[in-house]
C-alpha cells in the first residue's frame, strides 16, 4: 500500500509560481515512476507531467511544457511540480500518481498509475 499526499497547491495571479509536493509512504518509493495529473472542473482528467524512478526521464504535456518541471528527492519521498507562469487555464485539482512496477521510466498513461493522491487545489486568476 502507498499512500500520497499532495500539497502547496493555493489561489495565485497569473504569472505567479507555486511548487507542489507529494510526500510517499512505502520504502521503495525510489523505485516508482510517479506522474502529475489535473482535472478541472467537468473536465477529464488530464496528464500533465511524468518522471522516472531515477528522475532521468521527464515528460510534459504540451500545455505545460517550458513552464513547469517536475522532480523528485528519493531520500525524502518526495516528487515535486515547480509550475511557473501561471495561466488561468491551470486552474485544477492537481494528483500525483505512482506507477509501482520497479524501475520504470516514464509513464503518461493514466490507467498505468496504481496509487492517486487526495489533490491540491490550484486557482489562478486573471
Known amino acids: 500500500q502507498v499512500q500520497l499526499v499532495e500539497s502547496g497547491g493555493g489561489l495565485v495571479q497569473a504569472g505567479d509560481s507555486l511548487r507542489l509536493s507529494c510526500a510517499a509512504s512505502?520504502?521503495?518509493?525510489?523505485?516508482?515512476?510517479m506522474g502529475w495529473f489535473r482535472q478541472a472542473p467537468e473536465k477529464e482528467r488530464e496528464f500533465v507531467a511524468a518522471?522516472?524512478?531515477?528522475?532521468?526521464?521527464?515528460y510534459y504535456a504540451d500545455s505545460v511544457k517550458g513552464r513547469f518541471t517536475i522532480s523528485r528527492d528519493n531520500a525524502k519521498n518526495t516528487v515535486y511540480l515547480q509550475m511557473n507562469s501561471l495561466k488561468p487555464e491551470d486552474t485544477s485539482v492537481y494528483f500525483c500518481?505512482?506507477?509501482?512496477?520497479?524501475?520504470?521510466?516514464?509513464?503518461?498513461?493514466?490507467?498505468?498509475?496504481?496509487?492517486w493522491g487526495q489533490g491540491t487545489q490550484v486557482t489562478v486568476s486573471s
Open positions: 500518481a505512482a506507477h509501482t512496477r520497479p524501475h520504470t521510466l516514464v509513464v503518461l498513461t493514466r490507467r498505468w498509475y496504481d496509487y
Open positions: 512505502g520504502r521503495t518509493f525510489s523505485s516508482y515512476a
Open positions: 518522471i522516472s524512478w531515477s528522475g532521468g526521464n521527464t
